[in-house]
């Protein structure tokens, strides 16, 4: 079943729609002149060691820093997103955001500087959260490689230990093939994050049953999709919520009306999931 949708996906997306759309955003944020050594310097000289006493965490530069996270013979890549004003004394949220397979190629895509210009990262300044940003590979992809699932979490312990996290505002989710991950850990992880959201997925999607079973008020789900979704069906998702809306009180189901399967990339889209995201956080 993954193996289909990951082959249609590709399919349908061309890389170069992505690269055009992430390096807009990057220009956006003044990024967009920085080369690739630039970008491995800065991310790399961001990064913050693990403290020698517990809870005596450093003071962070906001902007991106880079880590990787030990699975067996993988080095996973991952980027850390620190928020202006980040204060080492107080609790951060933390989000994960979980990308979809076009980003999923036979290497790990940290070393392109376009990558500053994923929608999700816009939250962070506005919100004040850390959000984190794992990469996957062909042969290292969720939710179809359970250990790159479970280094996920390893992932997000890591972070806890640079970075004064609040472990009651933990929350993860994707788009497409990332938000069908997200079900994963909703089934096998769901004490570990206080909520969830998803963008271009919908349950349906998952080889998992009961994946809405930890959903509640008090640990929802947001997701959004866009009507003219050509890849997975809007309509699906639809019908996946009527069945579902008055079992699941804690589900928040919204749309967009164009924009497609990667409607976050194009116009509006860092707006649709700083919406989306306020939700999930101000509910706390």
């Known amino acids: 079943m993954y193996y289909w949708m990951l082959m249609k996906l590709r399919k349908y997306i061309l890389g170069i729609l992505f690269f055009f759309a992430a390096a807009v955003g990057y220009c956006q944020q003044g990024g967009g002149n920085a080369l690739p050594g630039d970008w491995l310097a800065g991310i790399n000289a961001h990064a913050v060691q693990k403290p020698s006493k517990a809870g005596a965490f450093a003071p962070a530069k906001s902007g991106f820093a880079l880590y990787f996270s030990r699975a067996g013979n993988v080095d996973q890549p991952y980027l850390v997103y620190v928020p202006k004003g980040y204060d080492p004394l107080r609790k ?70 640079r970075y004064n996290t609040d472990d009651r505002q933990v929350y993860i989710g994707g788009i497409s093939m990332g938000g069908i991950a997200t079900y994963w850990f909703m089934k096998h992880k769901p004490d570990y994050f206080s909520g969830f ?54 589900w928040y189901f919204s749309s967009v009306p164009t924009g497609g399967h990667r409607f976050i990339y194009g116009k509006d889209g860092s707006g649709y999931v700083q919406r989306l995201l306020g939700h999930l956080l101000m509910k706390q």
Do not use: C
């Open 92 to 161: 951060t949220p933390l989000v994960v955001f979980l990308h979809g397979a076009i980003l999923a190629r036979d290497s790990f895509r940290y070393r392109d500087p376009t990558i500053a210009g994923e929608p999700v990262f816009s939250v962070a300044d506005m919100y004040k959260t850390l959000v984190v940003f794992p990469f996957g590979e062909a042969g290292f992809m969720w939710p179809a490689t359970v250990a790159a699932n479970e280094n996920i979490v390893a992932i997000i312990e890591q972070v806890k230990g």
């Open 197 to 250: 959201y998803t963008f271009s997925s919908t349950p349906s999607l998952s080889s998992e049953t009961g994946v809405l079973d930890a959903v509640s008020q008090v640990k929802p789900l947001y997701s959004m999709n866009a009507k003219d979704d050509a890849v997975f069906s809007y309509e699906n998702a639809a019908r996946d919520y009527e069945l579902q809306m008055h079992a699941v009180k804690g």
